[in-house]
Nanobody
Framework: QVQLVESGGGLVQPGGSLGLACAASGFTFSSYAMNWYRQAPGKERELVAT????????MYGASVKGRFTISRDNAKNTVYLQMNSLKPEDTAVYYC?????????WGQGTQVTVSS
């Protein structure tokens, strides 16, 4: 079965950096675009970044463009999100996502808190 397991969340000061990872299993990882979403308290879940296959083209939400970088390692079945210049408004639960045959699969999420 499809499994997505996020790691790397935590508490960071404004202006700091944090890296997230999502280990995938149960499907042919290299064949699918991978996404990072986030959801802040009281807000809808929003798309943060996407990396398509197989060339690795990337797309970013307007609020994170220029600060976040999505990447993937197909040999390790892992997608990453490097977050720089973090702001308090980046505080959210971050989710890894993949869509396979019109079905959306989600990880359990990892909390990122940006606060001094």
């Amino acid at each position: 079965q499809v499994q997505l397991v996020e790691s790397g969340g935590g508490l960071v000061q404004p202006g700091g950096s944090l890296g997230l990872a999502c280990a995938a299993s149960g499907f042919t990882f290299s064949s699918y675009a991978m996404n990072w979403y986030r959801q802040a308290p009281g807000k809808e879940r929003e798309l943060v970044a996407t990396i398509v296959r197989p060339g690795g083209s990337t797309m970013y939400g307007a609020s994170v463009k220029g600060r976040f970088t999505i990447s993937r390692d197909n040999a390790k079945n892992t997608v990453y999100l490097q977050m720089n210049s973090l702001k308090p408004e980046d505080t959210a639960v971050y989710y890894c996502n993949v869509r396979i045959s019109l079905h959306a699969y989600w990880g359990q999420g990892t909390q990122v808190t940006v606060s001094s």
